[in-house]
């Protein structure tokens, strides 16, 4: 499998990519937790990453782009990806498409999920992710809460609320979205490749929905 996942922030593309990791063996890579991973890190990346992602803003291409590639490159993605947040802008778009033109591993469809925006403020307000950078579990408050609350099932480390999930920046993330990203799905439309996939209701019955689309491409 090697797919893209497009959708606006708190739509479910973390939550869904680990699903579909789990159920089809393609490796979940999503460059917001490698974008986070080197501001963790406090690389030159990362330093000069973080004030977009506070701000809500994309990081500049050129700082994307390289980190990604050389991802997609480890050998845990020869049998197959599922970008997570890449791409965002029609020149990662076309990045993408080069790289894997040259290594002849063509993308087999683009999910764009569609969900309405009181969800995903709801979805973001609530959401709380594992402090332990090698654990990195998310849950919800209200839809996915741990068992014991402030406290991460899987390693026992503190849960917290992600610095970019507050109000203001939700809202600068979805315009972001809507201005900058949303013109790739025309750019996906035009490959063939468009999935669209309802991404409102229970984490499951969006994972049906599309399991359904992927099975019905394999065929
Ligand atoms: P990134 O990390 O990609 O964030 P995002 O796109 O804003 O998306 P989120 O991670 O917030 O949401 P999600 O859709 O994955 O939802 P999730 O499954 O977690 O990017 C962050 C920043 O990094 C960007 O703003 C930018 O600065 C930078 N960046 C990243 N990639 C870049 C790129 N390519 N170019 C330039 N800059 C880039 O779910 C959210 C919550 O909802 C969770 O709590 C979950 O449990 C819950 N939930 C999920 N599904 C459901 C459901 N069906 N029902 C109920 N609750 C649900």
Redesign the pocket.
Known sequence: MRTIIL??????????SRLLERQYGAQHV????L??EAVEKETELGRK?KE??DS????P?DL?LGI?TERLGRVDCTNGFIL??????PA?AQELDSLLAQEGRPLDHALV?EVAEDQIID??M???TCSNPACGR???VK??PPRVDGVCDSCGSSLVA?E??TPQTIRK?ID??DEQSGPLVEFYRRAGLVRSID?G???SD?FDRIARVIEADAR
């Open positions: 959708g606006p922030p708190g739509s479910g593309k973390g939550t869904q999503a460059s917001g937790d974008l986070r990453a977009y992602m809500g803003t994309l990081v291409d994307v990604v997570d947040g890449f791409p965002r802008t990662q999920f979805r973001l609530g959401r709380r998310t849950y919800h839809f996915k992600r970019d999930d993330r972001v979205y991404a209701g229970a984490p969006v």
